[in-house]
């Protein structure tokens, strides 16, 4: 599992969704949390922050700049080609996962989720950083 | 073993009310004695913290301002995984019944048009949870052959007494004989246990499967699915948020694939056997809007008129306007409104005109005439305008009379049932005293020739 020290960044327009996933990876243990209403706003932050972000939990659909917008920009900055990011998006979106997977996601989470659902994201999205480490 | 969450027969179901208005409180009156409430002011922070033992059902009141309901759907879809989630809001609320569902809602209850559903809904899944109770749904008698071995009970509704008495039971068939007394009663729709009405669609559809050896629809569900389609036509106009041109397009799209529904199930037969076929059971808006358009039309067709899709048009949209109305004041009989009541009611076909065109719906010039005269009568009894004899198009005069004619027959409680041929009379015999005149005595001769 990840260090519970590590910085977390989380991204969703919608206020009580923030919340949400906050609390959740409380209640597992996590304690660094930075809030960003929209992909523009996290943006910013992601390249600003110092020490960097080591994990991105982002909304899918939101206004102004989409979870798809971010992770494109995260992707294509070469400081943050291996950077953990878990998408959440609703069930409607479901077909276009492929699309984020294709840009480089780390994985993705459906909505409604709970905090077993994203433990287990969180711990497969480890897993497979270990494994790349290894190889 | 029992999880937290299973109740048995004797226990209460657990309801949580977030945001508890008393919209909620009338919709949850039925089943009162049965539940055991948990409240839970409607913010943010509150919903963070889940209750304990989980819910059966969460009922949802108006967001107070500056919380957004959709923020609330995902907060209580995810932290009640599978619990059924209602929302109860007022009818001219700024919602979108689609994006409410999308964001997690499991139904959306529009008061007070949605009163109906939303008793029935809440009685069911007390039921279903209980595993005890009925409740029940009504199927058309023309979906049952006679002869028919039946693998559910039927019953019989009796309005004056509002009870439900068992008819016949599963195992037996209904005679010929038996169905026949139905029908000439006008008794067009018998009564299925909710539980049992899976046994009912097995059955229909097998007979469908038998006679066109393709599944179409029985006509249980074809009045199912038409009543549901006027509810969302109706959750649509009658919210109060902007609307593009694009959603106006698909809004008159809509309902005239419901007129044409309407319309194609009319080919051939009696009109009295249509009526049959055609009304809609049930004492709400929708059904009544989908009865008028349907009576409309087929009088309409009866008399050889060319407009029948506009009239069936005008017949949907006639009362979209009452959204506007004070609830209290609709739900009111005319004779109990005040004067100053019965002005605010009348607006009600203003406002029906307005509501097309804020919602930027293209329609013939003639549907605008017809809601504009729907309740102006032949002895210039009625409103706006206190128009009188042929100053009233006849598409008007008609939409009116299927209006009252529907009023007549619909089946309520604590009224006796009155056969079609019968209403028309009575609309007939009204027209001989001048102050009951509402119609031409011609149009309803007319009418009354095709029963």
């Excluded at chain 2, 559809?205 to 569900?221: M, Y």
């Amino acid at each position: 599992m990840f260090d519970l020290g590590i910085k977390i960044l989380v991204v969703d327009d919608m206020f009580a969704m923030r919340k949400l996933v906050t609390k959740v990876c409380k209640e597992i243990g996590f304690k660094d949390f930075t809030e960003a209403a929209d992909g523009a706003i996290a943006w910013q932050l992601i390249q600003e922050s110092k020490p960097p972000f080591d994990l991105i939990i982002s909304d899918w659909n939101m206004p102004n700049s989409s979870g798809l917008d971010l992770l494109k920009r995260v992707r294509a900055d070469s400081r943050f080609k291996t950077l953990p990011f878990l998408m959440v998006t609703a069930e409607a979106e479901q077909s276009q996962v492929a699309q984020a997977i294709k840009l480089g996601v780390s994985n993705y989470m459906i909505k409604p989720f709970t905090s077993e659902g994203l433990k287990d994201k969180l711990e497969a999205i480890h897993k497979k950083i270990q494994s790349a480490k290894a190889a | 073993m029992a999880t937290e969450n299973q109740s048995t027969e004797n226990e209460k179901i657990c309801v949580l009310i977030v945001g508890r208005t008393p919209a909620v409180d009338d919709g949850i009156k039925g089943i009162l004695p049965i539940v055991d409430i948990k409240e839970m002011p409607m913010n943010i922070d509150a919903l963070l913290d889940p209750v304990e033992p989980m819910p059966s059902i969460i009922i949802c009141g108006m967001p107070p301002e500056g919380v957004n309901i959709n923020e609330v759907a995902q907060l209580l879809s995810s932290q009640y995984l599978g619990v059924t989630n209602l929302l109860v809001c007022d009818v001219a609320a700024k919602l979108h019944r689609d994006s409410l569902l999308k964001n997690g809602f499991s139904e959306v209850f529009m008061l007070p048009l949605d009163k109906v559903y939303l008793t029935q809904y809440l009685a069911e899944k007390a039921a279903s949870i209980r595993k005890k109770g009925k409740v029940y749904k009504s199927v058309k008698t023309g979906d049952i052959d006679p002869g028919d071995d039946l693998e559910f009970d039927t019953f019989l509704y009796l309005p004056l007494n509002n009870k439900h008495v068992p008819y016949t039971s599963a195992g037996a068939a209904i005679p010929q004989k038996k169905l026949d007394k139905l029908k000439s009663t006008v008794i067009s729709n018998l009564y299925v246990s909710a539980n049992q009405m899976n046994k009912f669609y097995e059955y229909s559809a097998k007979k469908l499967k038998s006679v066109q050896g393709d599944t179409t629809l029985s006509e249980t569900e074809r009045t199912e699915k038409l009543r549901n389609a006027v509810r969302n036509l109706f959750g649509t106009m009658f919210s109060e948020l902007a609307d593009s041109t694009e959603s106006g397009k698909a809004i008159v799209t809509e309902g005239q694939n419901i007129v044409k529904n309407l319309i194609n199930a009319k080919a051939g037969g009696k009109i009295y056997e249509k009526i049959l076929l055609l009304s809609v059971d049930g004492n709400d808006l929708y059904s009544h809007s989908a009865n008028v358009s349907s009576y409309a039309a087929l009088f309409a067709l009866g008399l050889g008129l060319a407009n029948v899709e506009d009239i069936a048009l005008a017949g949907l949209l006639h009362d979209v306007g009452l959204s506007r109305v004070n609830p209290a004041i609709v739900a009111k009989e005319e004779s109990q409104r005040t004067p100053v009541e019965q002005v605010a009611y009348q607006n009600h076909v203003d406002y029906s005109l307005e509501k097309i065109i804020e919602k930027k719906l293209v329609v013939s010039d003639l549907v605008r005439k017809i809601i504009l005269q729907h309740h102006e009568y032949f002895n210039g009894s009625g409103y706006p305008k206190k128009l009188v004899g042929a100053r009233i198009c006849v598409e008007a005069q008609i939409l009116a009379l299927a209006d009252r004619f529907d009023e007549l027959i619909t089946v309520s409680e604590g009224k006796a049932r009155i056969k079609p041929i019968d209403a028309m009379k009575k609309i007939l015999a009204d027209t001989e005293v001048s102050s009951k005149a509402q119609f031409d005595q011609k149009l309803v001769k007319h009418v009354l020739e095709l029963f």
